[in-house]
């Protein structure tokens, strides 16, 4: 079978970004500056991203590029004979299933909450009519698996269209719509009533964010703020999985991959950049905690849109925007989860997308059902659920160890990459 490519370099591009492009860019990216000095974790990241992020990046792309094969095959087209690395390229494709067991729910909730501003269901609650409604859709196992299911639905079907005339087509439109819609809650972020307090903290430097009461925490607080900027310019590419491979298998060989890796990762830090234009200005101007993770988004941003003039219309552009930049992820790893199916068993493209749409609804029932009547399964402590045992595994265990496999496959002797190395 021909393996397909991208029509043009933009749809590459957006495609790509759109993967790294995800949830974690809009609250996790704020609520982790808010932890860790605001401006001062801002150069960390950047630097860490540069330096760490778009090498593995580059490198997950030259392996998908050069074997012109989906992450579960890639490594059996290029290891060296005997060796074992292809077994990696099986732990990537359960990652991709296992990180939209828990992805699509959530897409779910941004995807019902637009429709709950859009209908004006949220509007005129008072704070603790906001974090009812909350607590009642997390209740309400029947709600979340229809939108789960909704998005699975429409976004299988997406990709059995093909990656130019689905994938590729919708990206380039969602992808667009989505930073203009950005923009345009960052100015209103930015105009708000004390507004210019919340850019400050978010980008000017400031040492006393990270002093402590002692040299010994001081020190401690340093240490975490780094931890968590490389942590933060890891997660947000998306590596380590096989979810950008694909992407550099569809790439022509005349692009460069250094210079595409760069483009990604700029798109990508202006996401979450600008994700921290509307929120930290919004937040400070209703003396809102930034740091305070998911109830950010549906609990406390709702109350502040309910406080806002045109608060309906903002909030609908809030959640709509959330949607969009979710979604995007799950194309492009639907995208993967198809291609690996169609490698590995031959598959058209239909029926991969067919069968995918049952498996992912199945894998996705239990983070559901981790709300409520799952709700005594804690498996990570008092408090927590499904989603945070899925969601331990992919961002602590299968991407930084996925990367780093990546990054001996390409440089160590025993690899693909080191014969490639000029000199």
Known sequence: MKREKFKSRLGFLLLSAGCAIGIGNVW?????????????FVLLYILFLVTVGVPVLTME????????KSSVKAYGVLEPKGSKW?????????????????????????????????????????????????????????????WMVVIVILGFWICSAGLQ??????TKWMMSALLVIMIMLAVNSMFLPGGVEGIKFYLVPDLTQIQGASA???????????????????????????S?????????????????????????????????????????SYNVP?????????????????????????????????????????????????????????WTRKRAAFINVFVVIAISIPCVLGFNLLSGFTPRGPGSCVLDLEDFIVSNVLL??????YLLFCVSRVGWGFKKIPG
């Open 165 to 170: 005339k689905g994938v590729e087509r919708i």
């Open 216 to 242: 010994s925490e001081t020190v401690k607080n340093v240490l975490g703020m780094l931890s968590a900027a490389i942590n933060q310019s890891f997660f947000t590419l998306s590596l380590g999985i096989g």
């Open 61 to 68: 792309f030259a392996i998908g590029r050069a074997s012109r």
């Open 86 to 146: 292809h077994i990696h390229g099986n732990i990537g494709m359960i990652g991709n299933y296992i990180l939209m067991a828990f992805y699509t729910s959530v897409a779910g909730w941004m995807l019902y909450y637009f429709y709950r501003f859009a209908t004006g269901e949220l509007e005129g609650l008072e704070p603790e009519g906001v974090s009812n409604a909350f607590s009642n859709m997390l209740n309400q196992p029947a709600t979340m698996t229809f």
């Open 400 to 405: 930084p160890g996925g990367s780093l496999i």
């Open 244 to 284: 950008m491979l694909i992407f550099g298998s569809y790439l022509d060989k005349e692009r460069t991959l250094l210079g595409e890796s760069m483009n990604i990762a700029m798109l990508d830090t202006f996401v979450a950049f600008v994700s921290g234009l509307i929120i930290f200005p919004a937040c400070i």
């Open 28 to 40: 996790r990216f704020p609520y982790v500056v808010g932890q860790h000095g605001g401006g001062l």
């Open 290 to 346: 930034v740091n305070s993770g998911p109830p950010l988004i549906f609990i406390t941003l709702p109350n502040v849109f309910n406080n806002m003039t045109g608060g309906r219309l903002w909030g609908s552009l809030f959640f709509l925007f959330m949607s969009f930049a979710a979604f995007s992820t799950i194309l492009a790893v639907f995208e993967n989860l198809m291609a690996c199916c169609m490698d590995l068993w031959g």
